[in-house]
Nanobody
Framework: QVQLVESGGGLVQAGGSLRLSCAAS????????MGWYRQAPGKQRELVAT???????NYQDSVKGRFTISRDNVKNTVYLQMNSLKREDTAVYLC??????????????WGQGTQVTVSS
């Protein structure tokens, strides 16, 4: 099986920065996509940013210019650098990975989530 372990959430004032990390471990043949979603209370889960194996990147419009996603393929880790945080960024941030097995099948995995709270 595969596990995704997140770290780096916390409480920060508006305008501040946080860096999230998510490390994948287990039976991994290759990781096609890694990324971050978030879910605020009473709202649907939404994509924040994703990065694929050739560094194609996709951001939600509201975080463009403030958040930066990157990955370390050796460590099977994805990072999310969040700058100029706003109160509306408050949510549980969940790591996501689309991982291929040796048979060629792909599977989606989710982390447990890490809380990000931005205070005014």
């Amino acid at each position: 099986q595969v596990q995704l372990v997140e770290s780096g959430g916390g409480l920060v004032q508006a305008g501040g920065s946080l860096r999230l990390s998510c490390a994948a471990s287990g039976r991994i043949f290759s990781i096609n996509v890694m990324g971050w979603y978030r879910q605020a209370p009473g709202k649907q889960r939404e994509l924040v940013a994703t990065i694929d194996s050739v560094d194609n990147i996709n951001y939600q419009d509201s975080v463009k210019g403030r958040f930066t996603i990157s990955r370390d393929n050796v460590k099977n880790t994805v990072y999310l650098q969040m700058n100029s945080l706003k109160r509306e960024d408050t949510a549980v941030y969940l790591c996501y990975a689309l991982i291929a097995s040796m048979s060629g099948r792909t599977f989606q995995y989710w982390g447990q989530g890490t809380q990000v709270t931005v205070s005014s």
